[in-house]
């Protein structure tokens, strides 16, 4: 059974800094796509990062490109995304997220596994 578990997520004023990581077991991930997503209150899911098996391809949404930063380590079965810079618009509950294969998507609705979430919250 796949399970992805979040950690990391938290309080953090304008400007700050989240490290939120991600570990997979049940499945070797190696060839795998791996990504984050998120949910702001009211909102429906929204695509954030994705890192394709190799880690050398990745891709961010528009709106946090040059802030966050998604990487992975196979060895771990574990990926992270950096997050700087933080806005009150990333408010959200992030989760993981698992496309089996290397081909990434932007749509939350092709990615096969989920984790359960962890919310970040950043403050005025």
């Known amino acids: 059974q796949v399970q992805l578990v979040e950690s990391g997520g938290g309080l953090v004023h304008t400007g700050g800094s989240l490290r939120l990581s991600c570990v997979g077991s049940?499945?070797?991930?190696?060839?795998?796509?791996m990504g984050w997503l998120r949910q702001a209150p009211g909102k429906e899911r929204d695509f954030v990062a994705a890192?394709?098996?190799?880690?050398?391809?990745?891709y961010y949404a528009d709106s946090v490109k040059g802030r966050f930063t998604i990487s992975r380590d196979n060895a771990k079965n574990t990926w992270y995304l950096q997050m700087n810079n933080l806005k009150p618009e990333d408010t959200a509950d992030y989760y993981c997220?698992?496309?089996?294969?290397?081909?990434?998507?932007?749509?939350?609705?092709?990615?096969?596994?989920w984790g359960q979430g962890t919310l970040v919250t950043v403050s005025s």
């Open positions: 890192i394709t098996w190799t880690g050398k391809n990745t």
């Open positions: 049940g499945r070797t991930f190696s060839y795998d796509t």
């Open positions: 997220v698992v496309k089996i294969g290397s081909r990434w998507s932007s749509a939350p609705d092709e990615y096969d596994y």
